[in-house]
C-alpha cells in the first residue's frame, strides 16, 4: 500500500506540475494532462491533433453535455476532438470565463475508455487544487509518471494519519491548552487538533472546523468561519474539556484556488452551492473520515458536537465516533453573508 500511495502522490505532483500522467483503472487507461498546468508545448507533445477533453460530470451538466438521468449521479464526460490549445481546453474548462466564451460547442461525447481512471483523475484534480477537466487520450507508449486507480484511495486512506508532534499551546481562549499535528507520510498537509481544557470522563466539546484562510487569518467577511472558530474556543473554555480538530481542507475540500474561483462566480450571481457545481466540483468535497481517525488516535469515542450541520453528526457516526449531543452555533450575520448563510440553510439542511 505504500508504494501505491507513493506512485499517486507522484502523480498528483505531476500534474500540478503540468506533466502528462497515466491512470489504470480495472476498465481502461487514460493518459491525462491537467488543463490548468499545460502549456502549449506541452500539449503538442502530448495529441499534435485536436485533443480530447475529459470533464468532471457537474461541469458537464453546466455544459448540458449528459441527459437528464446522467444528471442525477454525473459521471466524467470525454469530449471527442474539443481543443487545439490550452486556453481552448480553459474555455471549456473554467466557468470564469463563460461570459467571455458563451457560444460553447458543439461538442460530440465518446466513452471516456476507462471509468475508473476517470474517477480517480477528478479525485486527483481535488487533491491538487486544480480544475477538474483535462486533455486525455488513450494509453500510448511509455509513460513517465504512471498510477493505479486504487493508489489514489491509498494515498486518500485516513488510516494512514498517525500523530506527528503533540506540544503545550497556550492559546487566547484557554493557556492549558495542547495541540496535536497529524500526518501521513506522502502528505503535505497536516492536520491539528487543539485540545482545550482539562480531560476527564465526559463526553468532550468537538468542533471540526476546515481550514479558511480568507475568513481565519484574514478576517473576511463573505463567510463566518473565523467568528465560528474563535466562539468554538470560547465554549470549550467554558466546559469541561473540548477538542478542535482543524482539518486541511479548505473550501470544503476543493482547495484554496479553486474556492477564489467560487467567490467570482459568486460575484456573478450564483450562490455557494451552483458555484462549486458550475467549476465541476461536488457540493461536499470534505473527508469526514480523517477526523474519525483524529478522534481514533486521541482515544475519543464519544462527543458533544458543536455543529450546525446535521450532515456532520451522520458523517462522523458512520466513521464510528457516538455523537451523544449536537451542540448548535449560532452566530449575528452581516450584510456580506447573509447569503451564503440562507444557502447554507436552504440548500445543504444547515440548522441556523
Known amino acids: 500500500m505504500d508504494g501505491g500511495a507513493r506512485r499517486a502522490a507522484r502523480a498528483v505532483d505531476a500534474l500540478r506540475r503540468g506533466w502528462p500522467v497515466r491512470v489504470t483503472g480495472d476498465d481502461g487507461v487514460l493518459d491525462l494532462l491537467a488543463i490548468e498546468s499545460a502549456s502549449d508545448a506541452a500539449l503538442a507533445d502530448f495529441d499534435d491533433g485536436v485533443a480530447d477533453v475529459l470533464l468532471a460530470g457537474e461541469r458537464a451538466v453546466t455544459l448540458k453535455l449528459t441527459n437528464q438521468r446522467a ?19 480553459l474555455a471549456i474548462a473554467d466557468p470564469a470565463l463563460d461570459l467571455a466564451n458563451p457560444l460553447k460547442g458543439p461538442f460530440r461525447t465518446q466513452a471516456t475508455g476507462g471509468e475508473a481512471a476517470a474517477m480517480a483523475a477528478m479525485l486527483m484534480a481535488r487533491h491538487a487544487g486544480l480544475l477538474p477537466a483535462f486533455f486525455v487520450r488513450d494509453a500510448t507508449g511509455e509513460a513517465e509518471t504512471a498510477c493505479d486507480a486504487v493508489d489514489v484511495d491509498a494515498l486518500l486512506d485516513p488510516a494512514r494519519l498517525h500523530i506527528a508532534a503533540r506540544a503545550r499551546l497556550p492559546v487566547e481562549a484557554s493557556e492549558g491548552a495542547e495541540i496535536v499535528a497529524f500526518r501521513t507520510p506522502e502528505e503535505a498537509s497536516d492536520h491539528v487538533a487543539l485540545v482545550i481544557g482539562k480531560r476527564d470522563a465526559s463526553p468532550p466539546v468537538v468542533r471540526l472546523h476546515s481550514e479558511c484562510l480568507t475568513g481565519d487569518v484574514l478576517g473576511s467577511l463573505k463567510c463566518d468561519c473565523g467568528p465560528q472558530l474563535h466562539a468554538a474556543l470560547h465554549a470549550m473554555a467554558d466546559a469541561p474539556w473540548g477538542v478542535l480538530l482543524y482539518l486541511r481542507q479548505e473550501g470544503r475540500g476543493i482547495g484554496l484556488v479553486n474556492k477564489l474561483r467560487a467567490y467570482a462566480l459568486q460575484d456573478q450571481g450564483y450562490d455557494t452551492v451552483d458555484a462549486n457545481l458550475r467549476l465541476g466540483f461536488p457540493v461536499e468535497a470534505r473527508d469526514f473520515a480523517i477526523a474519525g481517525r483524529m478522534l481514533e488516535l486521541l482515544n475519543i469515542p464519544r462527543i458533544r458536537l458543536m455543529t450546525n450541520n446535521p450532515e456532520k453528526v451522520a458523517r462522523l457516526e458512520r466513521e464510528g465516533v457516538e455523537v451523544v449531543e449536537r451542540i448548535p452555533l449560532a452566530l449575528p450575520t452581516n450584510k456580506y453573508n447573509e447569503q451564503y448563510l440562507a444557502t447554507k440553510r436552504d440548500r445543504t439542511g444547515h440548522q441556523l
Open 71 to 89: 444528471a442525477a449521479a454525473p459521471g466524467p464526460v470525454r469530449l471527442t476532438g474539443a481543443a487545439t490549445s490550452v486556453a481552448a481546453g
